[in-house]
């Protein structure tokens, strides 16, 4: 189970990791319930101060029932959304509000998830107590990107700190959620190979034509970081590239370990959120949250849908391929894979 340090020594994953059951939910237990996930923006989800909105983390996956919320100082809030009591959800609905109301028992929280009061329940000891609070969620963004984790390993800030020199430059507190961009697509395979594939771009030559007129292959390059993978996607003459000095960049493709994906355009970013819904099977939930709508169909980040079923179909013939017998597993190329490798490490150490 161990990987090799030295991608030039390593081996891949075994496929009992992609293909077992039994290690898919203690996946689910020791990796995504200890990571940050995706969980929407502040525009559109408690923009106004005294309101709330309930989420879902990660749907099919934790499946866990949060709201956020914003306080009238507007301090945003994120927090439990079971009743301390018996578990209802408190948070229905979008909605505006000084004090949330349990409608199972009318137990009463403040917008921030501190308990306030609850009828018929004089006379029981050592009531209230810090239990009765409902739980607070770590909550982190990115521009106007929400993040939440019910126990993080390590803070957001430690994988996006290196990175900040590059996201400062870009205009993210302007991008807007296009709604219709908002997209779901399942495929018949495990979440880990949807993420090999986005974390190498050694196969765009051979799987993506349209990509391929757009990237400068041969200029390509994956930085690798605590907790995080950055591929620069260098452009090609004559095509739309980032107004950086010095730099033809045409894409930024940002993996935040284990399952979230920030590919950042010049007219915007892509925001990819890869659910597993059992070891062979995966949803990819697509959001478009655009700052230059002039430029939303030139360079490498038009035909995304394209992009999408050719990855589609290379993933779910992968998935057959490992499932064989006779496979014995594989290596990592030195110079392309290294992203996968650091992903697979990554893995390991914390399934334990």
């Known amino acids: 189970m161990r990987i090799d340090p030295d991608v030039a020594r390593a081996h891949t994953l075994p496929a009992e990791v992609m293909h077992d059951p039994a290690r898919h939910r203690q ?25 709330a909105h309930p989420f879902t983390l ?14 009238p100082e507007g301090r945003l809030h994120c927090r439990s959304n079971a009743c301390t009591h018996r578990g209802n959800l408190v948070v229905s609905a979008p909605c505006e509000a000084s004090v949330l109301r349990c409608r199972y028992h009318g137990r009463r929280f403040k917008l921030d998830g ?6 018929e329940f004089e006379g029981v000891e050592g009531f209230p107590s810090p239990r009765d609070h409902l739980a607070r969620v770590q909550l982190a963004k990115v ?41 779901h697509f399942e495929i018949d395979a495990s979440w880990i190979l949807y993420c090999d594939n986005y974390l190498e771009g050694f196969h765009i030559p051979y799987a993506h034509p349209s990509l391929a007129a757009q990237i400068n292959y041969a200029d390509y390059r994956t930085e690798l970081f605590p907790g995080a993978v950055l591929q620069v996607g260098a452009g090609r003459e004559g095509g739309d590239c980032f107004d950086l000095p010095g730099e033809r960049i045409a894409a930024y493709y940002l993996w935040l370990f284990p399952n979230t994906m920030l590919n950042l355009y010049p007219w ?12 062979d099977r995966t949803r990819i939930t697509f959001l478009s949250y655009v700052w230059d709508k002039s ?30 017998r006779l496979y014995p597993g594989g290596r990592y190329s030195a110079s392309r894979e290294t992203g996968v490798h650091l992903f697979h490490r990554m893995l390991m150490e914390a399934i334990g």
């Open 268 to 279: 915007g970013i892509s925001v990819n959120v890869v659910a597993p819904l059992a070891h």
């Open 295 to 324: 430029r939303r169909g030139q360079g490498a980040g038009a035909g995304l849908d394209q992009v999408e079923l050719e990855d589609e179909e290379l993933v779910q013939s992968v998935q057959r391929g490992t499932r064989s």
């Open 58 to 71: 990660l749907p099919g996956c934790l499946d866990e029932p949060l709201y956020l919320a914003r306080d």
């Open 143 to 183: 521009g106007t990107l929400l993040f939440a984790s019910l126990a993080p390993a390590s803070p957001l800030e430690t994988a996006l700190a290196p990175l900040q020199a590059r996201l400062q430059a870009l205009p993210l507190q302007r991008a807007e959620l296009d709604p219709a961009s908002v997209k």
């Open 27 to 51: 996946i689910v237990e020791r990796v995504f319930a200890r990571s940050w996930q995706f969980a929407g923006d502040e525009r559109s989800m408690a923009a106004a101060p005294g309101s």
């Open 114 to 119: 501190t308990f306030l009061s609850m009828p």
